[in-house]
């Protein structure tokens, strides 16, 4: 694809949402007697050079505040770009105000711009410094020094230590918080690269939106950082030992961080330590906050509404406390929800039972206390939907067989069973710079558990060698992913033996 074609594409995408947002401020604000600010078409040359070179600075700057700030200014989205990289206007933010909360109509033209700026960098940079610099998209050789200067932001909360909507100098930030100052502008400056704080006023550090996040969105998104910087990217250097020494991971012990926590497995040294399970609990919580994780998405996921009738069974594996049962329950009149956990789960489920089940579903929903891996005992009970949310990929293939074979007692013709989890593409995307949280998932999990993520086709060949194993037959194979869902469903039904 030629650099002349994917500006055409970029400055197609930003025209539109200059569009949209202009007719929005129309409806919003009484027209100005003043001439309109200069769209995208009136600023940038015709030649596809200027184009590229438009392009290429909003890239090789932090471009990304683009879709980060709150909405105040109104201006042209690449009009904006080469003011704010010009002169006269390098150091204000405010220009980029105005693309923060697009609607979301928009987005699709948003990953459009920032897959092609993506591209357009892809082939124009040099791979000597696509490798080594810093400014660089992915996480390359140098992108740690940008993951040690948030680190310590966070860990010496840098960020508290300037006013909401004010500022600080260096001196009043080291004063504050007791780092030396040399240290203050240090990791200060690298931050500022990404976004993270400004200098308005030379010396002078105020909050950017993606700072003052920092400040607003509590302990959860500082959680999250510190689960990254201390539990994964340390362990994650020692990934080429622990294939050296184990080859293909099988066991959670085997994984580089067990390696690097006395060969113990993520799960024992959280249990061991409290303050580090909390951390990741507080992390995962904040993570799953998100809409694209909302427990609503299971609704589209199957057709629940089908399987509503008097006397039907559903099975929730690895179920917790039970919240996507309830929420199952209360949507639907006549389901029974079995949720299957740990006995010290169950135990506590049972407990709180009261607070945690609204009193009109109470009798529709039980527990059982009995680890996913332990078959299920051979009884007359069996189960018209079986599924597991987000479980799958905590484990190794050798584990994943275990958990289906583990079911097998409580199938009948005509069970069916829903996977959710991240469902990788089946081929590869390519250069994508939107498009890749499910391969880092992949990747943290192979760092922190031994385990994958993997494709809805790589989860059915594991179902059908359980299958074969007893000379037995899925069929009806699915695959959905529900709109702006995080999660992807694959399910299928189980015909017997």
């Given amino acids: 694809m030629s650099l002349t074609l994917l500006a055409s594409e970029i400055l197609a995408a930003a025209k539109e949402i200059d569009k949209s947002l202009n007719e929005s401020d129309k409806e919003q604000t009484q027209p100005s007697s003043n001439a309109s600010s200069p769209t995208v078409f009136e600023k940038i040359s015709k030649c596809s050079f200027d184009i590229v070179c438009v392009i290429g600075n909003l890239i090789f700057r932090p471009w990304r505040l683009i879709l980060g700030e709150s909405t105040v200014n109104h201006q042209s989205l690449l009009h904006t770009s080469s003011k704010v990289l010009g002169k006269d206007d390098e150091r204000s933010v405010s220009y980029f105000e105005r693309y923060n909360a697009l609607p979301s109509e928009l987005l699709s033209k948003c990953e459009v711009l920032i897959n092609n700026c993506h591209r357009i960098r892809t082939l124009i940079e040099a791979p000597e410094t696509a490798l080594v610099n810093i400014y660089s998209n992915v996480l390359m050789i140098l992108k740690w020094?940008?993951?040690?200067?948030?680190?310590?932001?966070?860990?010496?909360?840098?960020?508290?230590?300037?006013?909401?909507?004010?500022?600080?100098?260096?001196?009043e930030?080291?004063?504050?918080?007791?780092?030396?100052?040399?240290?203050?502008?240090?990791?200060?400056?690298?931050?500022?690269?990404?976004g993270i704080f400004t200098e308005l006023v030379p010396g002078q550090v105020s909050h950017t939106p993606r700072s003052h996040w920092l400040l607003s969105r509590g302990q959860g998104l500082i959680d999250i950082i510190n689960v990254n910087c201390y539990e994964l990217a340390p362990a994650a250097l020692r990934y080429p030992e622990a294939i050296e020494k184990y080859g293909v991971a099988e066991e959670p012990e085997q994984s580089p961080f067990a390696l690097i926590n006395s060969n113990m497995p993520i799960f024992h040294v959280f249990a061991r330590e409290e303050s580090r399970r909390l951390r990741f609990g507080n992390a995962m919580q904040y993570l799953t906050s998100d809409e694209s994780y909302d427990v609503r998405h299971i609704l589209v996921g199957h057709d629940w509404i089908s399987d509503d009738k008097a006397g039907a069974r559903v099975l929730d594996v690895g179920g917790g406390l039970g919240h996507v049962s309830v929420f199952l329950a209360e949507q639907t009149k006549y389901l029974n929800f079995t949720v299957q956990d740990l006995p010290n789960v169950v135990e506590d489920a049972i407990k709180n039972k009261a607070t945690l089940i609204k009193s009109q579903v109470q009798d529709r929903i039980s527990f059982l206390p009995l680890s996913f891996f332990t078959p299920h005992p051979v009884s007359d009970i069996f189960y018209d939907v079986v599924f597991m949310r987000w479980i799958l990929h905590n484990w190794s293939d050798k584990h994943v067989r275990q958990i289906f074979r583990s079911l097998l007692p409580i199938l009948r013709k005509?069970?069916?069973?829903?996977?959710?989890?991240?469902?990788?593409?089946?081929?590869?995307?390519?250069?994508?710079?939107?498009?890749?949280?499910?391969?880092?998932?992949?990747?943290?999990?192979?760092v922190g558990f031994g385990a994958k993520e993997r494709t809805a086709r790589e989860i059915r060949a594991l179902m059908e060698d359980v299958a074969a194993e007893c000379n037995g037959v899925w069929s009806n194979w699915s695959v959905r992913k529900p709109k702006c869902s995080t999660m992807g469903f694959l399910e299928a039904t189980w015909q017997g033996v």
């Fill in 173 to 194: 930030i080291s004063a504050a918080t007791g780092l030396p100052l040399h240290l203050v502008i240090r990791f200060i400056r690298i931050a500022i690269l990404n």
């Fill in 414 to 446: 005509g069970s069916r069973v829903l996977i959710i989890e991240y469902l990788l593409d089946e081929e590869c995307i390519g250069v994508n710079a939107t498009h890749n949280i499910g391969l880092r998932c992949d990747l943290m999990m192979g």
């Fill in 145 to 171: 020094t940008e993951m040690v200067s948030l680190q310590v932001i966070c860990h010496f909360e840098l960020f508290k230590a300037i006013p909401p909507s004010g500022s600080a100098t260096y001196s």
